[in-house]
């Protein structure tokens, strides 16, 4: 990909943007990097029942090399060069978008190597792994988020027409009312705290399954300690992401909305990256080999949904800079 949409101006706005957002992509970093402190590797957990040998069809057997071998060297490949093409972007969409895939990324790489080298046995790697999902899933929602605030309804923006006006009538920017958007971020925002205890209340299971792939024995397993981290950890943290951002929406009203929505941001991605992958352990916990092929092909779309994306609006106004 080149660069064809050319520099964005460097603007008050912007410069002010450049100060407050990495400040809170590490924070939303730091709630997945957080654990690491307290890991402590241990096999223990793998047990379990034991199945003989699940069989496989052959068919799925190649669906499941493909995308090993094909499929994931494609989207990691492809997310690294979006990120190196996003890497001179300063408005706060793109820089979010950019660090979200560089996560991404290397928590893919984590997982390729744990593949490679230590047949999936590295607890460590797998951590990493995660750790770079739940990230990047942070960083998603944030750039979408931003993207949506300062291009398309611009509602944060004191100096800027918010696209919304006709359906509200007033504006809390030029009239004394509350903003009807920030009403809507305070009633979703403890509706999305009350919906972490799902993943919270689900119950760990640990799972070994043995299977022979083209002639090669594998073992598929998802451990008690990667579950901690999905279904307790995550939703954990996520729930507290919601409840500043509630407590802010509520205390300092439309002046929070700079901070409210990127912890809204972080705490939806937690619970989205939680609940992801609860729902794939949970459909597929008698056949694993679906959960990573799924997990595989919905990385893929991500990243290949964004490039097209980029692709389609890198010379239109909506991706040169924010409206002002």
């Not at 972007?89 to 928590?107: C, E, T, V």
């Not at 979408?144 to 923006?157: C, G, K, T, Y």
């Not at 397993?221 to 802010?248: D, G, K, M, W």
Request: with cysteine; glycine share 4%; charged share 15%.
């Amino acid at each position: 990909m080149h660069d064809t949409a050319g520099k964005e101006p460097e603007n008050e706005k912007t410069k002010t943007g450049l100060k407050t957002r990495p400040f809170f992509i590490l924070i939303i970093a730091a709630a997945g990097i957080l654990p690491l402190l307290l890991y402590r590797a241990t096999d223990t957990d793998a047990s379990g029942p034991i199945a003989a040998v699940l069989p496989m069809s052959p068919w799925l057997q190649w669906a499941t090399v493909l995308t090993a071998f094909a499929v994931k060297p494609f989207y990691m490949v492809l997310s690294l060069l979006i990120a190196l093409w996003l890497r001179r972007r300063r408005s706060p969409d793109l820089a979010a978008l950019k660090w979200a895939l560089l996560f991404f990324f290397s928590g893919e790489l984590f997982c390729a190597v744990n593949y490679l080298f230590f047949a999936e046995g590295s607890h460590l790697a797998e951590y990493l792994h995660m750790v770079g999902m739940a990230v990047a899933f942070g960083l998603t929602v944030l750039a979408l988020v931003e993207f949506l605030d300062e291009r398309v309804i611009r509602f944060s923006n004191p100096d800027s027409h918010c696209a919304l006006l006709a359906a509200c009538g007033k504006c809390y920017k030029n009239a004394a009312v509350s903003c009807s958007l920030r009403m809507i971020f305070t009633i979703a925002a403890p509706c999305l705290f009350a919906l972490c205890a799902m993943p919270l209340l689900a119950e760990p299971r640990s799972i070994l399954q043995n299977v022979i792939i083209l002639g090669t024995p594998y073992a598929y397993s998802h451990s008690l300690l990667y579950q901690l981290f999905e279904i307790r950890y995550a939703p954990t943290a996520a729930a507290i992401f919601f409840a500043v951002a509630f407590l802010l929406l509520l205390l300092r009203k439309e002046r929070s909305f700079s901070t409210a929505k990127l912890f809204f941001a972080g705490g939806a991605g937690l619970l989205a990256f939680g609940m992801f992958r609860l729902i794939l352990f949970s459909i597929y916990r008698d056949n694993l080999a679906w959960f990573v092929i799924w997990e595989e092909l919905t990385e893929l779309l991500y990243v290949t949904a964004l490039g097209f994306f980029l692709l389609v609006f890198r010379k239109k106004p909506l991706l040169l800079q924010p409206h002002s």
